[in-house]
């Protein structure tokens, strides 16, 4: 019999609970900050009542596993947010109710996933309680907010509050390897850069790369490659150690070309500042304790830069580092605050 999945909160204790019991509410609620794993938490639920193998923790190899963690699944329906909108409608509710009224396909339970539930409007809202209210056989529905309080109160009287808390250092690195079979060096370094960030943990493991949205409209444009994030992150640190040690007019060019990288797709910004912010408090705590910094694959290369560098100048390049998330944060160009920070880290 494997083990069971990490129970690193008591949300996904009660989840495991609810699986091991059988007896599953017809709706729940799952709360919490971004990155607390409610996502990833809901698919896993999905997949653990519908494995082939009826065993829990998921086989992972099965068919229906398979098609869950490709999102491929006829029966696993998703409800979002529309690409660069900030509500979901009622006609989004509908058209959900109409794929549910027939019979599930496959599934022996058919999951209704709502990301951003807390960004329904009142009509969608009231559209979806007469669903909550009369639910199909054999489907649950699972709502994700960051809180209840913008929610109908007769939603949230027919819902199961789940709330997940972050969390971080060990036992993020225990759950990646436990529940991911991420390797624990590799985990180890990902929960460090992510701090409380399961998702962002995720995507530096290579592991959560897969669109979730089920209403994401395909672009003409072609899209920018993925992030390999384990060589990503290889290439991020060599490219700072690069900017501020290299003493060739190069470096201009080596920096822009760095910050049109990063540009490419929104989804490596994140990912890529987190990465910065580890080097830089690296380079803060080397001098200090070097034992303790975060990129230890990286030792030798501190060293070797290491005594070069003193606090104040540490200090200075997280500082600029943080304007420029302020800036982000902003909608200030991506690119031009990016052009900015590395030219001010070589002092340019």
Same mark, same amino acid.
């Given at each position: &019999? ?20 059988? $007896?599953?509410?017809?709706? &729940? ?37 398979? $098609? ?17 909108? $900030? ?23 058919? &999951? ?116 390999? %994030?384990?060589?990503?992150?290889? %290439? ?23 910050? %049109? ?55 200075? %390049? ?9 800036? &982000? ?20």
């Amino acid at each position: &019999m494997p083990p069971k999945d990490t129970d690193f909160s008591p949300a996904v204790s009660e989840l495991n609970q609810i699986i091991d019991n059988k $007896k599953i509410p017809s709706a &729940m609620l799952f709360t919490g900050r971004p990155g607390a794993g409610r996502k990833q938490a809901a698919f896993r639920f999905a997949k653990a009542l519908n494995c082939a193998s009826d065993r829990h923790p998921p086989c992972n190899r099965c068919r229906s596993c398979k $098609k869950i963690d490709s999102r491929m699944h006829p029966d696993m329906v998703l409800v979002d947010l529309p690409d660069k909108k $900030k509500v979901i409608t009622i006609s989004q509710i509908r058209e959900m109710e109409a794929l549910i009224a027939a019979r599930s396909n496959e599934a022996r339970y058919r &999951m209704v996933l709502i990301s951003h539930a807390d960004h329904m409007n009142i009509q969608a809202q009231n559209a979806l309680l007469k669903a909550l209210e009369e639910p199909a056989k054999g489907t649950f529905f699972i709502l994700i907010a960051r809180d209840a309080a913008t929610l109908l109160p007769t939603i949230k009287s027919r819902v199961r509050l789940l709330q997940f808390r972050p969390i971080t250092g060990a036992a993020l690195t225990d759950h990646l390897c436990t529940s991911f079979s991420a390797e624990p060096r590799a985990a180890r370094i990902a929960a460090a850069t992510a701090g409380s960030d399961l998702d962002l943990a995720l995507t530096l493991l290579n592991i959560q790369n897969r669109p979730d949205r089920a209403d994401t409209k395909t672009s003409q444009a072609a899209p920018a490659p993925k992030m390999d %994030w384990q060589a990503g992150r290889a %290439w991020i640190i060599q490219q700072l150690f690069g900017l501020i040690s290299g003493t060739s007019a190069a470096r201009i060019q080596n920096a822009l070309y760095f910050s %049109w990288q990063l540009g490419l797709d929104t989804e490596r910004i994140m990912p890529g500042l987190a990465v910065m912010r580890t080097f830089f408090r690296d380079l803060c705590i080397f001098r200090h304790a070097p034992e303790k910094i975060v990129n230890l694959d990286f030792l030798a290369v501190f060293e070797d830069i290491g005594p070069h560098i003193d606090d104040s100048q540490c200090l200075t %390049w997280m500082t600029a580092l943080h304007e420029t998330e302020q800036r &982000m944060d902003s909608n200030s160009s991506v690119r031009m605050s990016m052009d900015r920070f590395f030219l001010r880290i070589m002092q340019i």
